[in-house]
């Protein structure tokens, strides 16, 4: 019997099966720069981790969604559903299609460690090249 959970307030449903693209949970740790004071600025080097490489539904929500913490806005781009996992928090990211997501929220589907509702915003392409342009 497949293990399936309903999303509240839809018809919508996720499924084991429902898992099709591969995603990385990555960890991101600051580099401490060789020389730090170039162009009196400190250039910290971001270095990423895998700590999971796991199967997830990816949605995209239609509009607007916005998650609010402490008075602070964001809009979700997209939302990852994996298995549960149980050290996967606000200070993760996830790396699909070579494209890394911070992720902003994480949710327990009905509390029954099954399943994880993560909801993401897009930080862009890994290529430091590109992000210099």
């Given at each position: 019997?497949?293990?399936?959970?309903?999303?509240?307030?839809?018809?919508?449903?996720?499924?084991?099966?429902?898992?099709?693209?591969?995603?990385?949970?990555?960890e991101?740790?600051?580099?401490?720069p060789?020389?730090?004071?170039?162009?009196?600025?400190?250039?910290?080097?971001?270095?990423?981790?895998?700590?999971?490489?796991?199967?997830?539904?990816?949605?995209?929500?239609?509009?607007?969604?916005?998650?609010?913490?402490?008075?602070?806005?964001?809009?979700?781009?997209?939302?990852?559903?994996?298995?549960?996992?149980?050290?996967v928090?606000?200070?993760?990211?996830?790396?699909?299609?070579?494209?890394?997501?911070?992720i902003?929220?994480?949710t327990?589907?009905?509390?029954?460690?099954?399943?994880?509702?993560?909801?993401c915003?897009?930080?862009?392409?890994?290529?430091?090249?590109?992000?210099?342009?």
């Amino acid at each position: 019997m497949p293990t399936c959970i309903k999303l509240r307030g839809t018809k919508t449903q996720v499924c084991a099966g429902d898992l099709r693209f591969q995603i990385e949970i990555q960890e991101r740790n600051l580099a401490v720069p060789t020389d730090p004071f170039v162009d009196d600025q400190v250039n910290y080097g971001e270095e990423f981790t895998t700590l999971h490489s796991v199967f997830s539904m990816i949605e995209t929500p239609l509009g607007v969604t916005t998650f609010n913490d402490v008075g602070i806005s964001t809009a979700i781009s997209h939302v990852f559903y994996v298995r549960h996992l149980d050290d996967v928090d606000a200070q993760k990211w996830i790396l699909f299609d070579e494209i890394r997501y911070k992720i902003v929220n994480v949710t327990n589907l009905e509390a029954r460690k099954i399943f994880l509702k993560i909801e993401c915003v897009e930080s862009g392409s890994q290529d430091k090249d590109a992000s210099r342009a």
